[in-house]
């Protein structure tokens, strides 16, 4: 942008009335005004392609003797000449011109002034003076041939030769005469003429006017009026003789002349600037400076001489006075910078110029100059280089280039980003250079950017070292001050590791998206189109927060607002400061892991569920070093619906599996049974040397191990199924205490030994020493490494297993290393996720339910652990997981001294086995499921026992009362009434509460089970051996079964106990408050009370039933943390 000193000198050089031209030494024009090009006849455009020299008439002897001194002098004093017009005349001008220094050459600065106006006026008036020595004769044949107006008067100063006067103004002699003449004479110059034409006559003397005159056209022009009188040689007036010569054009010139010379002088006067002069010698004319008086508050006197470097900046006075020198020795141009204090002692910055002002001879007549007032310019260029600094420094790479696309500007972005340097890239074609992708066709980019000013959008480079970059690309228009498109501003920052997680993110999304897609066809739209607008972070469905390695938020877009019910003036400073703790957890593990990925559960606002996926950003700040990690990433998405979806998938399969259960009972109760009473009771008695028939009681016994094999494997399915379930829904209770990491890998490696053997495989342990603890459930911590040991060995068909512990930071890493067949990479991600198998289904028999893994992977991520797999096809597999180190913050269960319990119940509490009686004993089987009960009819019957059936609870109660059974085999789920009630009231009742209860069900409650008091719980299908053992261990205790009365709020504590109790053969009654325990007690009469003693010493319950009848003597246990 040119500055106000600049723009004020070019209108000063544009309206100048005299001609200025600024050419090279070799005549090659750089720059005129339009009074030059107007001498020529011609346009600037045009003049300029002429050479300086060749407008001369005598162009040869003119250069000559202007160049010879211009060598001599620095200038070449005026002269006149004549130029060549465009049509071909000549023009008489007056030339002058001064050499200047510009940018280390030499340039030459004429000003060139038309004189062909002057030189014939002036001419004419020399021959008028001539011709009015002249004879009267001569006279008489010049008025014939003169165009001028000639007249003559009477000595009286009559007119009566107006011959040439009537020829111009078209009058009539007898209009002309006699005065009037007057009358051809323009209105305002007629009284002003009368006066001067009389006193001339009257005195005698010259008569010299200018008027205007009306032509015989009406047209009216100035005119140069000269007359006078011929004496007689007596001294008497004989006539008086006149020219009117036509000045008009010449008044019009001096006219402008004057209007330019006012209004340069206004505008010096009218200017800001400081106008100052000085001597030849460089001394400062006081009386010439007085706007630089004005502005300094100077008096004349100190600003003489040298005086006037007093305001000037101490910094800068040597510097100034050093080049004011230079150029008064040299004879040149004066230009420099300085700060000049003003009258208030401000120092301002100025731009001074000054030039000589040469006299005819070549020297110096004086010094003329100007101090422009450039303060504002100066802060604006410190300004705009401070910009270009930060600019310069930016991380971003900033570039300009111009509308052909070659570029201009490259800062040190640039450079780092793509290796090249400034040099290298100015001038450079961007789109051949940077090899440049676009997401559409260039012209449509070029068109937005033409029409909007803006573009932005993802755009694909190459790198000096060949590398693609991803790179966010912002373009803006430059306009010049006329309004066109000068150049583009192109801003590009780095998104390639962002693209590398969003690939990762949307790895992940698209996992979600196919299960999602594969259980409600609904969401299909809404996920593909949520994928196809990941390219635009702030338009994407799912919630974006993004902060830095300080945790200071960056961005985030509206969904994420939207997902945590914020607003936007509130999401800002630390993330640790919003209401976000499940993500804050996410961004603390991904700034002390930046190299990992990792996604959890998070709860959003208004009770929906979120799954977030969070991972470190990173860049490249020089090329070929380490990528720098600046921030994280965490990408949200509201995963309420599909929660809800997984819930009903998970209720239907588990309800599915538990319907299962009742006819599995069946098949595989009865398949036991044939199984059984074929090789007791029938192959033995069929003739063992008939061939076929042996093949035939082969292939039977085969098929039925077949039947049983299969039965117990869909056993295994359901109850996966059914424990994954359990797990979804909240329902696992986790005992967390203190684990030695080193004991869990020895008991899971000891319960799967003859799996090794089996398989002819090496166990490898790879055990760090002085491991610390970690906190966790140890049974739910062994079903995790005994599913990854069996299943390395059960893809391993030679080599080793690997059992390794090491710890890692705040965890101890095991993992599980064998040489098996390993798994593809496109797998890996699959073998965490529910009823997946790796591998061609339709080729590769399935070895497992699918659930194992996903169970596995619950069980660590609940420890707050999280479970992977490192793994290459035909190299073998790693699987690994991490838990948490056991500090004192851990929160564990309570942990019951069972051995010392135990103990002590048998010291107080005797238990006397009957003798069998000689008849047998009866069950009751209750079951509203005829086959099963058949089935156990049959198993028991076997056994010696005596069996009664009962279809359902009614007819359950109404037998017991009528014939009381020693043991009742009882189902859960029945019409009427279900087995929870029918057992409760036969518990609540004194004349049934002592006969041993055994639920077999298809579902798992244990617990409530439990606190009603019954002896048993099992879940179909029926393990026999198992039952069979539960009856003749509850049958065996007789009358004398002891009844034990546990109190305690914490159901895990209480399940634990009824675990420990029942293996001893003691019947369990549970109450959970001091007013429920009362209750119980008064009317089941327990022998022993095992009580939390919180709640005995609330209720003093020990001192409130010992006053009870039949619990005199209760024994009483009491349950302390201590």
């Known amino acids: 942008m040119p500055s106000q000193i600049d723009e004020y000198n070019r209108q000063l050089f544009e309206q100048c009335p005299v001609g200025l031209a600024l050419c090279q030494m070799d005549g090659t024009l750089i720059d005129i005004n339009p009074a030059y090009a107007a001498i020529l006849g011609s346009t600037i455009p045009e003049t300029l392609n002429f050479n300086y020299w060749e407008m001369m008439s005598q162009k040869d002897a003119a250069k000559a003797a202007m160049l010879e001194s211009l060598e001599r002098t620095g200038r070449y004093r005026a002269c006149e000449i004549e130029y060549i017009h465009k049509d071909g005349y000549l023009v008489p001008v007056r030339l002058s011109g001064v050499l200047i220094d510009k940018d280390g050459g030499q340039l030459i600065l004429s000003t060139v002034e038309d004189i062909s106006d002057l030189k014939p006026a002036h001419q004419e008036n020399q021959n008028a003076e001539k011709i009015l020595k002249q004879s009267e004769a001569r006279y008489r044949s010049l ?23 009537i020829a111009y103004t078209g009058q009539t002699l007898a209009e002309a005469e006699n005065g009037g003449w007057i009358e051809a004479v323009h209105p305002e110059d007629r009284d002003r003429t009368g006066k001067v034409w009389g006193e001339a006559v009257t005195n005698c003397q010259v008569y010299q006017i200018e008027y205007r005159i009306r032509g015989k056209d009406g047209i009216y022009r100035y005119f140069w009026v000269w007359g006078a009188p011929v004496i007689e040689e007596d001294g008497s007036v004989r006539e008086w003789i006149g020219i009117c010569t036509d000045i008009h054009d010449r008044k019009l010139a001096e006219a402008e002349n004057q209007r330019l010379k006012e209004r340069y002088g206004a505008l010096v006067t009218a200017t800001s600037q400081i106008i100052w002069a000085a001597t030849p010698e460089g001394l400062a004319i006081s009386s010439e400076m007085l706007t630089w008086i004005a502005y300094t508050g100077q008096i004349q006197e100190e600003v003489d001489g040298w005086g006037w470097l007093d305001p000037i900046h101490p910094d800068d006075r040597a510097r100034s006075a050093e080049v004011w020198s230079a150029a008064v020795a040299n ?35 004086e010094w003329i100059g100007t101090c422009t007032d450039i303060h504002e310019r100066k802060l604006a260029e410190a300004e705009n280089q401070r910009l270009m ?13 111009d509308m052909t ?9 640039a450079q780092r980003l793509y290796g090249w340097t400034r040099e290298e890239a100015k001038g450079q074609y961007i789109y051949t250079f940077l090899k440049k992708t676009f997401p559409k066709p260039k012209e449509a980019i070029i068109a937005e950017l033409l029409q909007q000013g803006y573009w932005e959008g993802e755009v694909q480079h190459l790198t000096r070292d060949g590398k693609l970059i991803t790179v966010q690309s912002r373009w803006t228009l430059q306009r010049n001050i006329s309004g066109q498109p000068a150049a583009v501003l192109e801003i590009n920052t780095d998104i390639t590791a962002r693209k590398q997680a969003e690939i990762a993110l949307r790895q992940l999304n698209q996992k979600l998206e196919t299960r999602v897609a594969e259980r409600t066809a609904a969401l299909e739209n809404t996920l593909a189109e949520a994928q196809g607008l990941n390219a635009i972070l702030d338009n994407l469905a799912d919630g974006l927060l993004v902060v830095d390695t300080t945790g200071q938020i960056t961005h985030f877009n509206p969904a994420f607002l ?80 599909e929660k809800e979806i997984d819930k009903m998938k998970t209720d239907f399969i588990s309800t599915v599996s538990h319907e299962l259960r009742t006819p599995l009972t069946s098949v595989l109760g009865f398949a036991s049974i044939i199984q059984e009473k074929l090789e007791t009771d029938v192959f033995p008695m069929l003739s063992t040397e008939d061939r076929k ?37 909240g329902k696992v209770e986790w005992q967390m205490q203190p684990l030695d990491p080193s004991e869990l890998v020895d008991w899971a490696t000891t319960s799967t030994a003859a799996l090794f053997q089996t398989n002819g495989l090496q166990l490898i342990s790879d055990i760090e020493p002085g491991l610390p603890e970690v906190v966790g459930d140890r049974n739910r911590l062994l079903q995790v490494l005994i599913n990854l040991i069996s299943n390395a060995i059960k893809f391993t068909e030679s080599g080793s297993i690997t059992c390794r512990i090491r710890q890692q930071n ?7 290393i064998d040489t098996g067949v390993g798994i593809a990479p496109e797998d890996q991600p699959k073998v965490f996720e529910k009823f997946r198998q790796v591998g061609d289904t339709l080729t590769d028999k399935p070895k497992g339910t699918g659930l194992g893994l996903p169970i596995c992977k619950q069980i660590v991520e609940h420890h707050g652990g999280r479970i992977w797999v490192e793994s290459q096809p035909g190299e073998g597999s790693t699987f690994s997981f991490i838990i948490p180190i056991y500090t004192s913050n851990h929160t564990t269960s309570a942990k019951l001294n069972l051995d010392a319990l135990v103990k002590q119940l048998k010291e107080h509490v005797i238990t006397t086995n009957t003798v069998l009686e000689e008849n047998r004993k009866t069950i009751l089987v209750v079951d509203d499921d005829a086959n099963i009960r058949e089935l156990l009819r049959q198993q028991l019957e076997n056994e010696g026992y005596n069996v009664r059936e009962g279809k359902d609870g009614v007819d359950a109660i109404h037998q017991i009362k009528t014939a009381r059974p020693d043991l009742i085999l009882l189902d859960v789920m029945m019409p009427q009434i279900n087995g929870f009630d029918v057992a409760a009231v036969l518990k609540n ?24 008091g019954i002896d048993r719980y099992l879940t179909k299908p029926i393990n026999t051996e198992n039952l069979l053992t539960e009856i003749g261990s509850l049958l065996s205790q007789g009358t004398s079964s002891k009844k034990v009365l546990v109190v305690d709020k914490n159901a895990s504590t209480f399940k634990i106990l009824s675990d420990v109790l029942q293996t001893q053969g003691y019947s369990v009654i549970g109450a959970s408050n001091p007013q429920e325990c009362i209750n119980k007690a008064l009317s089941a009469k327990p022998d022993m009370i095992i009580i939390d003693s919180i709640f005995s010493q609330e209720a003093d319950l020990v001192k409130t039933l010992r006053f009870e009848k039949e619990l005199e003597n209760v024994f009483f246990i009491m349950l302390s943390d201590q």
């Open 143 to 165: 008025v014939t041939a003169n165009t001028q107006i000639i007249w003559v008067s009477t000595p009286e100063g009559i007119c009566f030769e107006l011959t040439s006067w």
């Open 331 to 365: 004879r040149g141009l004066y230009q420099t910078e300085y700060r000049l204090r003003d009258k208030d002692g401000i120092y301002r910055y100025f731009s001074v110029y000054g030039a000589p002002v040469m006299e005819a001879d070549g020297s110096i007549r």
């Open 389 to 401: 600094d930060m600019l310069n420094h930016s991380s971003d790479a900033i570039i300009v280039r």
């Open 405 to 413: 696309d070659k570029i201009s500007y490259w800062n040190q972005g």
């Open 562 to 641: 939207t997902m945590y019910g914020l607003t936007a003036n509130l999401v800002k400073g630390h993330y640790q400061e919003l209401p976000i703790s499940g993500l804050a957890n996410l961004v603390d593990r991904t700034q002390s892991h930046p190299s990992e990925v990792f996604a959890a559960e998070v709860a959003l606002a208004k009770e929906r569920i979120g799954q977030a996926v969070a991972t470190a950003i990173f860049k490249r700040a020089v090329v070929n070093e380490p990528a720098v990690c600046f921030g994280s990433a965490l990408l949200i998405r509201d995963v309420t619906a």
């Open 693 to 729: 028939l042996q093949k035939t009681i082969k292939r039977v016994g085969d098929n039925l191990k077949i039947i049983v094999s299969e039965a117990e494997r869909l056993t295994s399915l359901i109850n996966d199924v059914l424990d994954i379930a359990k797990m979804e829904a």
């Open 810 to 816: 705040n965890g101890v890493c095991i993992s599980i």
């Open 989 to 1012: 009742d004194p004349q049934t509460a002592d006969i041993p209860i055994i639920i077999l069900s298809i579902i798992e409650n244990k617990e409530r089970g439990y606190h009603i």
